[in-house]
């Protein structure tokens, strides 16, 4: 019943499926946006809201993948871009508004004595790393189970899948072993490890734990990263793809007021367009930097990108990191993010749903309770549950259930499940999306997708 009422309100989703799959590996050009029985098309989108091919309206919190935290086509990034559209795409030159950009970034990130564009959040990781090894002259890395720092060999073992530290398959089992994989339950393993090795170059991971706080990190697990690696020789990296401009408008790391070395960036950091950046301390990115490098007795590091700082990103950047440095975008997302909260928690209690709903800043994160364990969804704390028990286990069907059944109510969640909430979210969303909440629920409990969840209450 649930899949019969998306199809009828998907049928031009599914005509575009059938043909995407003659064309893309399993039709889909991401591996996130794959769902069953075809993900829905969409046509246009603005604010909070988005309308596929057949007409339908939906809540979006999937956000540009967390790019969009003023929601889509904000007046004012639109106007930057068309202004920059006409003036040209790619002078293959310097140009004004990429020192504009780093500035920007310069004044909200506290870490970020320079900056160095990419295309990408994976390219800025695979970079970060390679100016870690050069900078320390060593070759290891330690990054912790199911934190994610995009698609890259040197980091895909351990992040979506092989958690086990197993090589997935195209990924030379060399270059794999230049990770050491640690679980972050606990920061003892990864103090340790420093304690015991002089080989490591950089710990890297997600300053909200992995996957944007899916699995947060406990108490004082940064504090004592940034003391064992200041006491090791080790360059600490922080992960801000999703939490940079998000966790507060200087990341995570002005949240939590602890300051890595290197930090990697993208989506808001690019306005919605593509890029990446790696913003640090001056002596480590000045191995970029022909005259510095040779100063300070470092070989330069070469680093090219076609599309490096493109105006048209950079346009679309600056355009938003000046909304963020300059009003309350952060905190208005966080707000509306802690209502939704609240809001779904309190229709689990209601519904006698042995789920939970928690999260941090403008993100949030429904557990379904995959091992059905009898849990309050009112007192739910993750930290109880550690990686393996929040994702290490899945329900990839009930999940997928789940988001259908949000979809067919008018609001697309992501993954997780979950969502990333912009500035333009508000009352009207957090309504709707609760209303849909809970008729799906109902809809699970009539199909019989969560009698087992429910009995184990």
Known sequence: MIEDMYRVRTPNSAKLYAEACRVLPAGLTHDSRALSPYPIYVSRAEGPRKWDVDGNEYVDYYGGHGALLLGHCHPRVVEAIRDQAALGTHPGAAHELEVRWGRLVQRLVPSAERVRFTNSGSEASHLALRLARAYTGKSKIVRFVGHFHGWHDQVASGSMSHFDGSVPAGIPASLAAESILLPAD??????????????????????????????????????????????????????????????????????????????????????????????GAKEILDQLDPVAARAAGHEKIGHQGTFNANPLCAAAAVATLSIVGNSDACARAEATTQHLREGLRGILVEEDVPWSVYGEASGFVIFPNPERLPLDPASFDPLRLGFKGLKGSRDPELVNRLRIAMLARGVDLNGAPGGLVSAAHGPREVAQTLEAFRDALRALKVAGAMRAAVSAA
């Open 186 to 279: 606990d920061p003892a393993a990864a103090v340790q490890t420093l304690q015991a090795r002089d080989d490591i170059a950089a710990v890297i991971l997600e300053p909200s734990g992995a996957s944007w706080g899916q699995v947060p990190l406990p108490p004082g697990f940064l504090a004592a990263l940034r003391g064992a690696t200041h006491r090791h020789g080790a360059l600490l990296v922080f992960d801000e793809v999703i939490t940079g401009f998000r966790w507060a408008p200087g990341g995570a790391q002005a949240r939590y007021g602890i300051l890595p070395d290197l930090t990697v960036l993208a989506k808001i950091l690019a306005g919605g367009l593509p890029g990446g950046a790696v913003a």
